[in-house]
């Protein structure tokens, strides 16, 4: 292999996995078939909220080609658990978060559109679709709650939730934020809605359900960002089958975004009716059962104040936010608008005192949970939101008002519960406005009037909390797991390795990063490494890959892991070299006793593991083979400050984003082409938060946005060409000084769009998305006050 | 090329029962193989591809003929095969992403996509790639960024924000239109 390359850390190396990913030879679950394999197709609610008084299934049974319909008393019959939350939050009151109960298929109430009623199983999808049609379902309709904001007094969606309210949390010390109020020169208030979105990875949700009656096991390929979580609530919740008798295979999978973190009711069918029919049994989602059935994001209101002193120094935030948890509490649902939104609102700011409330409400829609940034843009937003109006109404520039307020010393305990390692936000803001060229901002809006355009420039000082997560502390705050990550390190007889990570790779890169820390740590080039993922039969255990932790924790694995592999290999080096162990040096891929021209190859170690004629089995083991579990002591801290700068145009409400700037500090990074990339995937996703996306339902809990013809999602006219910088401050957290950069564009972005929207339209009432209709209606409405005054 | 001749039935017998409806044979080109099929009318391209010849490169993204992961060409220009019947097929030369490389030699686009990163979870990456080829043919080799922002509006990506995208089309549009590559055109 003369291109062969030892690639160290920080090279942007061409990505390992792309070439089957470029010729059409990746392997989706869609693209997998299994010999006898039955097709499944769900009955769908065309209720937001109903009872069912009825369910007769035998003129669609009977239709051709129908293998067996199955519904919620069949899944009870069998003693087949409901769904989960993996998270128990406490309300104000010492009570624990009200679960109401979430069967796979509906048992006597459906409670959102698309709402699971029964699954037909048949020859072929048509068959299945044509039988679905034919059952008669007997629903008593009950009033829809859609609105969040009048969810309370809403028809209650679950027996255990009085006032449809799942808990009502808080976090903080309310009354030294009382003082603070109290003692304030200034007090900025806002009101905000963090717009509902639809995760939208191109690949939509896919499961194949195969039980083997001769071993008595299942084996499930699924659309998972997490397979041994998926297996562990399959089977220790769910009771699908013991551990050991359930397989789970996520191949590669399209996307995620948070959306494929849940354990959803179509895998879990599709397991358990491959036992029930006695055959494989696949699902693929189309992009309508998508929009329907995805755990959507976001979706918060918030009154939220500031309390300013006289020079304008932050002395306190007061925020209280409704969540809208949808129809049932999703997988993780729970941590998303508590302990990874309030956690992350003193934001870059040494702010003294914080107090937040947040009230989590059932409706009658789909379940939210996790996307992209998953709390912490929502924090990110209003705390940007409300720095931004403040320093206005102070008449203190945006920059420098933040500046004044930043943390700048070290090792910082925010009021609400985060320790920041390390960072530098002078520096990333200081990058920014270099880069965005800040000060020459008011020629080139000046510039814009002349044209008739209505220009904004707009900061965003984002913080993340990332590297999710030590295991204690969120035990300690009511996670079901600990968030550790897990490691193997297989290095066979010819010296080329295998990665295992319990981490799993839906578009990061990983088979590339993971392999080029392999390739830097043991000196062999990077095609001699390969990384195994997405198999609980493999990997022994992980917990996947969300909040950006893949790099921080399951790269930390594979470090602590490599460094086993080091130290025991050292020991047989110097059996083989006849040297003392503590005379052997390990350094590009040599053995070498120092100082000494006596050196053995890494291969040539790997091989006499395996060998072992030259070391005593006695005292060292044969093979060379190692494994971590490593669990990160603290959060990350990811930080930055993006700058987005657009023009209006006044007659048709169109905004254009002319330039995106983005400075982050992501600590270490492995593969700066792959960490850059994800930075412009995130900021789409969050110009299309501020600009293009919303789902909406309407009074009677229909979706509205239920295609890509009603939800718009950003296309590549719709974004500029970004301009990515970085800073570097080194994490003190983990081994590798990794912060994690997956979420970042989506956490910041929204801020920065909006805080130059609303400069550029003279009005801070300026609600996402902005779409043209939205932002046309502000500047109409502001023409009709100018000319009434 | 030799032509492979290959005869495939994309229903079970149990569906044909009930879709006891008239089926159609069609014969057509795909990757430079002839093919014969008798197929449902209702039968999409992409279904036809993807199950009939398990050609799974080419992905299904939505249901709305907006995302453009299923794009394949025929007869040389790009087509939605999710909006493309099978029998429309009938007669004509089908690309799809498995039949771009000559060999073991990718196509400037595909080679252009890896080079700049312009693929992350891979999904939408057939269609894309499908889309820049022929945007190439459209527009020729010296596109540029607002040309091909503003025709790329038929392919959805959700992980790359574009960026890399935009800039891969830009080089694969010169490398096709680069003299060495004209002949594998």
């Known amino acids: 292999m003369s291109t062969a390359t030892i690639t160290p850390i920080g090279a942007a190396v061409r990505r390992k996995e792309d070439h089957r990913f470029i010729t059409g030879k990746g392997r989706y679950t869609d693209d997998l078939d299994r010999p006898g394999q039955a097709y499944a197709y769900f009955l769908r609610s065309p209720f937001a909220h109903a009872a069912i008084r009825g369910l007769d299934i035998a003129a669609a049974k009977a239709m051709p080609g129908v293998v067996d319909i199955l519904t919620g008393a069949d899944l009870a019959a069998d003693g087949i658990g409901d769904l989960i939350c993996g998270w128990m939050i406490h309300s104000k009151d010492g009570s624990p978060m009200k679960m109401g109960s979430h069967p796979a298929l509906a048992k006597d109430k459906v409670r959102y559109v698309g709402d699971h009623v029964a699954v037909v199983i048949a020859e072929s999808l048509n068959a299945a679709k044509d039988a679905a049609a034919a059952i008669a379902v007997d629903y008593e309709e009950l009033p829809a709650v859609a609105d969040l904001a009048h969810a309370r007094e809403g028809a209650q969606i679950h027996d255990c939730a009085p006032a449809n309210t799942a808990f009502e949390w808080e976090l903080g010390d309310k009354a030294a934020t009382e003082a603070a109020f109290a003692r304030a020169a200034h007090v900025t208030t806002i009101d905000l809605v963090n717009n509902r979105l639809a995760p939208n990875p191109m690949e939509p949700r896919a499961a194949i359900g195969d039980y083997d009656s001769g071993d008595e096991a299942y084996t499930l390929w699924t659309t998972s960002q997490n397979p041994h979580v998926a297996r562990l609530v399959l089977s220790a919740f769910v009771g699908i089958a013991p551990e050991h008798k359930l397989r789970v295979i996520a191949p590669d999978v399209g996307g995620g975004f948070g959306s494929k973190i849940f354990i959803y009711a179509e895998e879990t069918v599709c397991a358990w009716a491959s036992r029930r029919v006695g055959r494989p049994v696949k699902w693929t989602s189309d992009r309508s059962e998508a929009f329907l059935s995805d755990a959507h994001g976001r979706d918060h209101r918030t009154h939220a104040e500031l309390a300013l002193d006289a020079e304008g120094k932050i002395l306190g935030l007061r925020v209280h936010t409704r969540a809208n948890m949808g129809a049932y509490l999703s997988t993780f649902a729970s941590s998303i608008p508590t302990y990874l939104y309030a956690t992350l609102l003193s934001g870059q700011y040494d702010i003294p005192a914080i107090y937040c409330e947040v009230d989590a409400l059932y409706t009658t829609t789909a379940p939210v949970d996790a996307y992209r940034g998953a709390g912490r843009p929502e924090a990110t937003f209003l705390v940007e939101r409300i720095v931004e109006k403040a320093a206005r109404e102070l008449g203190q520039d945006s920059a420098q008002f933040r500046r004044r307020n930043f943390i700048t010393a070290f090792p910082h305990q925010t009021p609400v519960i985060m320790n920041y390692d390390a960072g530098d936000y002078g520096a990333a803001l200081d990058k920014a406005l270099e880069f965005s060229d800040y000060a020459g901002f008011p020629v080139r809006q000046a510039e814009a009037a002349r044209r008739g355009k209505l220009r904004g420039i707009g900061l965003s000082n984002y913080i993340e909390a990332c590297g999710i997560a030590p295991s204690a502390a969120v035990g300690s705050l009511g996670a079901g797991v600990g968030l550790w990550e897990s490691a193997e390190v297989r290095v066979n007889p010819t010296g080329n390795v295998e990665v295992l990570t319990g981490s799993h790779s839906h578009g990061q890169g990983h088979e590339t990063t993971f392999a080029q820390l392999v390739s830097a740590r043991l000196g062999i080039p990077i095609e001699q490494v390969s990384v195994v993922h997405g198999d609980t039969d493999k990997v022994q255990f992980g917990m996947g890959t969300y909040g950006s932790r893949s790099g921080a924790v399951g790269m930390s694995a594979i470090s602590r892991a490599l460094d086993k592999v080091e130290a025991k290999a050292k020991k047989i080096a110097a059996y083989m070299l006849e040297a003392s162990e503590g005379d052997i040096e390990f350094k590009d891929g040599r053995f070498t006793v120092a100082g000494t021209d006596r050196s053995l190859a890494f291969a040539e170690v790997a091989l006499n593991a395996y060998v072992a004629h030259k070391f005593p089995t006695s005292e060292i083991e044969p093979g060379l083979k190692e494994g971590a579990f490593y669990d990160p002591t603290n959060f990350t801290f990811p930080a930055g400050c993006h700058v987005c700068e657009l023009e209006v145009d006044p007659l048709t409400g169109v905004t254009t984003i002319v330039n995106f700037t983005a400075v982050d500090d992501f600590g270490v990074v492995i593969n700066p082409m792959i960490v850059e990339g994800q930075v412009h995937g995130g900021i789409a996703q969050g110009v299309g938060q501020a600009l293009l996306e919303g789902v909406v339902y309407d009074a009677d809990g229909q979706l509205v946005t239920g295609s890509y013809m009603d939800y718009t999602m950003p296309r590549a006219g719709d974004l500029p060409a970004f301009q990515v910088g970085m800073t570097q401050t080194r994490c003190p957290s983990n081994p590798l000084g990794i912060k994690g950069c997956g979420e970042a564009g989506a956490i910041a972005a929204p801020a920065a769009v909006i805080n130059a929207l609303t400069q550029a339209l003279g009005t801070e009432e300026v609600p996402m998305p902005a779409t043209p209709a939205r932002v046309w209606e502000i500047i109409q409405a502001r023409a009709a006050r100018a000319a009434a005054e | ?185």
């Open chain 2, 1 to 185: 090329m030799t032509q492979a001749h290959v005869s495939v039935q994309t229903q079970d017998s149990a569906q044909a029962r009930h879709n006891a409806s008239a089926t159609i044979a069609i014969s057509l080109t795909v990757n430079g193989r002839a093919v014969s099929a008798v197929v449902e009318p209702r039968t999409l391209l992409v279904q036809f591809l993807r199950e009939a010849l398990d050609l799974t490169g080419t992905h299904v993204g939505c249901d709305t003929s907006q995302c453009g992961a299923c794009v394949v060409h025929l007869d040389g220009e790009a087509v939605k095969s999710c909006t493309t019947l099978a029998v429309q097929a009938d007669g004509r030369a089908v690309t799809t992403i498995e039949g771009l490389a000559q060999g073991t030699t990718l196509h400037p686009m595909q080679e252009a996509f890896r080079e700049h990163h312009g693929l992350q979870c891979g999904f939408c990456t057939p269609g894309m790639i499908m889309s820049a080829v022929d945007l190439v043919a459209r527009f020729g080799p010296g596109l540029d960024e607002p040309t091909i922002r503003d025709n790329l509006d038929g392919n959805l990506c959700r992980c790359t924000g574009y960026h890399n995208i935009v800039r891969a089309i830009t080089a694969g549009a010169q490398a096709m239109g680069a003299p060495r590559d004209l002949a594998a055109e």
